[in-house]
């Protein structure tokens, strides 16, 4: 039986499992650094380029502790929404290269008035397990999943 309801809504919360597996490969790479025959300025611009890119990602990715975090998923009639508490909820036009796996759902997705595709991880413990399984149905069949924002 098919729900005929179009509206659909959960929100997430940080990953303990995405926050482990970040940490192991930001790790794997300061090792590969230092194990990689390297002049020493190399090897520390690339450990700088780590720690950068671990200070830009972790609160905004992975901890949702920035305000411009997503950390909502929502359709209705309108079409697909994503929540932040900066902006509220902004239309998104999600992409067909999309997943919607067991273990995490990669939601690629364009905002209004932008060119970029952007990539969002929402792994399996960020939501309850009846939330993650909707979550990955309504991306699997969903109709006009792909369509853009009225």
Not at 118 to 129: F, T
Request: hydrophobic letters at 50%; glycine letters at 4%; charged letters at 20%.
């Amino acid at each position: 039986m098919s729900n005929p309801s179009n509206y659909f809504e959960c929100h997430w919360q940080a990953s303990r499992l995405l926050l482990a597996v970040y940490l192991l490969e930001l790790a794997l790479a300061l090792i590969t650094l230092f194990a990689v025959e390297l002049p020493l300025w190399v090897a520390l611009l690339g450990v700088l380029a780590c720690l950068s890119h671990a200070g830009w990602v972790l609160p905004r990715q992975i901890l949702l502790r920035h305000s411009s975090a997503f950390t909502g998923l929502r359709r209705n009639e309108s079409g697909w929404q994503l929540f932040n508490s900066r902006d509220g909820w902004q239309p998104v036009q999600l992409r067909p290269d999309s997943l919607a796996l067991s273990v995490a759902v990669v939601l690629r997705f364009r905002l209004v008035g932008e060119r970029r595709v952007r990539g969002l991880c929402i792994a399996r413990d960020a939501l309850p397990r009846e939330a993650h399984r909707r979550l990955r149905v309504r991306l699997k069949f969903s109709r006009r999943r792909w369509a853009a924002p009225e």
